[in-house]
Each structure stands twice: as structure tokens, then as C-alpha cells.
């Protein structure tokens, strides 16, 4: 299975503080996307990184994508207690996206 | 522009009962999924149509789970009979093309099956 796999399951950091999550994936991909989903609501689209790019920013989201370790890993800088969240790893086969099991992000005032 | 709308937001229903989720994709949207989301885990695709056609059904219970999207467009969703572990949420996402775009969720409708 492509399934992207997020770790850690869960992470509580200080607010100002930085969280980093990190997507495994086992298959060949196109491109692999981070959604977040506050509590109670859908999912929102973060970010995009296609399989030949290598980094991606957005704000204060940093996305890193290593294909020889079917890895990708989501850096958010500064936290803030609206990043209060699950964030989720979709990986993009090409025939179909498919979620992870998420991480679910607390920040700490 | 106009979110993915869902409807209902919450419904409860009691086992081997049946019940229709209601989805209206973003204006222009190719693409449209059914994810299922049981509480603390990540969404599950159950079908995903490309205009009124379907793309992929693998995960879909065929026995008891059924969609249609007609015309393209709208789309609903229906269990008969549900089972107490149907108890989840029905999330419906709407996209441009099916690989490389940016998904688009609805707020998602909230099944208690007691």
C-alpha cells in the first residue's frame, strides 16, 4: 500500500516553539499534500510537493520531501495555539490519494 | 467561492435503519470523493467518482453502502442497513482532476448508529 504514515501519533510543544511531523510511505509517488483538520471540522489544504521537488515553503510551513527514503516531513516554525490541530499526509499515486492516520498537534500556552 | 456543502451535518439512527448523506461539489469540480472518518484515525476512501463515472469503489461495502452522483454534479451517499460501526464521519471533497490538485472538503456529516 502507498498509505502515508505519520509520526509521531501525537505531539504537544510550547507555544513559539517548532513541531516537526514526518510522513513514511512504501509505494512510487507523484506528489504528497498535508492537510490540516481542526477539531469537529473537514480538512484544509496546506501544501503540495510534487515527487521532483525536494523542499517547499508556505508562511511558516516547511515541507521536505526525500523519495529515495519515501520519506516527507512537515515543519511548522513559531507555533501558535490555532495550530492546534491533526495534520494528515495524503500520498498521490496517480490513480488515488490516499490519507495517513494523522498527528494530532496540541500547543501549550 | 462556495465551499463543498454537505447535509445533514448530524444525524443519529438506530442499526439496520438506513441513511442518505447529501453532497454539492465546488462549481467545476471533476472529481469527487466519499472518504469515511472514524474518530482518531484518517479519512478512507470509499468512492471516488471522475464526472458521473466512477473511478474507484474498492473500499465501498457494496452489500449495504451505495453512491451516485448525478449528472455530475450532486452527490449522495446511502447506507441500508447500517451497523453499529458505521458509526462515523461521511466526508464528501470535491478537485479539478484526479491526481496533482488541491482537495477540497465539506465540513463533513456526523453518523451515530445506536
Known amino acids: 500500500s502507498q498509505q502515508g504514515e505519520e509520526d509521531p501519533q501525537a505531539l504537544s510543544i510550547q507555544e513559539g516553539e517548532n513541531a516537526t511531523m514526518n510522513c513514511s510511505y512504501k509505494?512510487?509517488?507523484?506528489?504528497l499534500q498535508w492537510y490540516r483538520q481542526n477539531s469537529g471540522r473537514g480538512l484544509v489544504h496546506l501544501i503540495l510537493?510534487?515527487?521532483?521537488?525536494r523542499e517547499k515553503h508556505s508562511g511558516r510551513l516547511r515541507v521536505t520531501l526525500d523519495t529515495s527514503k519515501k520519506s516527507s516531513s512537515l515543519l511548522i516554525t513559531a507555533s501558535r495555539a490555532a495550530d492546534t490541530a491533526s495534520y494528515f499526509c495524503?500520498?498521490?499515486?496517480?490513480?488515488?490519494?490516499?490519507f495517513g492516520k494523522g498527528t494530532r498537534l496540541h500547543i501549550l500556552p | 467561492e462556495a465551499g463543498v456543502a454537505q447535509s445533514p451535518r448530524y444525524k443519529i439512527i438506530e442499526k439496520r435503519q438506513s441513511v442518505a448523506f447529501w453532497c454539492n461539489p465546488i462549481?467545476?469540480?471533476?472529481?469527487l470523493y466519499w472518504y469515511q472518518q472514524i474518530l482518531g484515525q484518517g479519512p478512507k476512501l470509499l468512492i471516488q467518482?471522475?464526472?458521473?463515472?466512477?473511478?474507484?469503489d474498492s473500499q465501498l461495502p457494496k452489500d449495504r453502502f451505495s453512491a451516485e452522483r448525478l449528472k455530475g454534479v450532486d452527490s449522495t451517499l446511502k447506507i441500508q442497513p447500517a451497523k453499529l460501526e458505521d458509526s462515523a464521519v461521511y466526508l464528501c471533497?470535491?478537485?479539478?482532476?484526479?491526481?496533482?490538485?488541491?482537495?477540497?472538503f465539506g465540513e463533513g456529516s456526523w453518523l451515530t448508529v445506536v
Open positions: 471533497a470535491s478537485s479539478l482532476g484526479a491526481s496533482g490538485n488541491t482537495i477540497y
Open positions: 462549481s467545476g469540480h471533476a472529481t
Open positions: 467518482f471522475q464526472n458521473n463515472g466512477v473511478v474507484d
Open positions: 509505494t512510487s509517488i507523484n506528489n
Open positions: 495524503a500520498t498521490d499515486g496517480g490513480d488515488k490519494i490516499i
Open positions: 510537493i510534487r515527487s521532483n521537488e
